[in-house]
């Protein structure tokens, strides 16, 4: 019986660790592309145990603050914007590598009004 609880224990211990293995906390710098334009964006991400995320976001025409969490390789994120007071929701998949994050993202702002489109991230340090 005890052998049953220790593989039992060790099973379930591995599978948490799979569930987490992906830390993208770092710098990430790619592009975001909307009905709005074209923008250069650089994220600055800490990611807890858990998952969950928080950082701040520059782009070309703005700043702000994101939140959000990685389950597996699928991130949900929302962005806030200080710039143009506004609000997006996102999600975005990260590559097998953990290098690159594809995403779409949609919100408005009070400068653009609505907004959605997508892009890149890839990882720099």
Request: hydrophobic share 30%; glycine share 16%; charged share 20%.
């Amino acid at each position: 019986m005890k052998k049953l609880i220790t593989v039992i224990m060790l099973l379930v211990s591995s599978v948490c660790y799979a569930s987490s293995n992906y830390d993208i906390t770092g710098t990430w710098k790619g592009y975001f592309n909307s009905d709005a334009g074209y923008a250069r964006v650089t994220l600055e991400i800490e990611q807890y145990e858990d998952g969950t995320i928080v950082g701040d976001w520059t782009a070309s025409d703005g700043y702000g603050t994101v939140g959000g969490k990685l389950k597996g390789r699928t991130l949900k994120f929302k962005l806030v914007s200080e710039t143009c007071s506004g609000r997006y929701s996102g999600r975005g998949n990260l590559s097998k590598d953990g290098m690159q994050i594809k995403y779409t993202l949609s919100g408005s702002n009070e400068c653009n009004g609505e907004i959605s489109g997508g892009g890149k991230l890839y990882y720099k340090e």
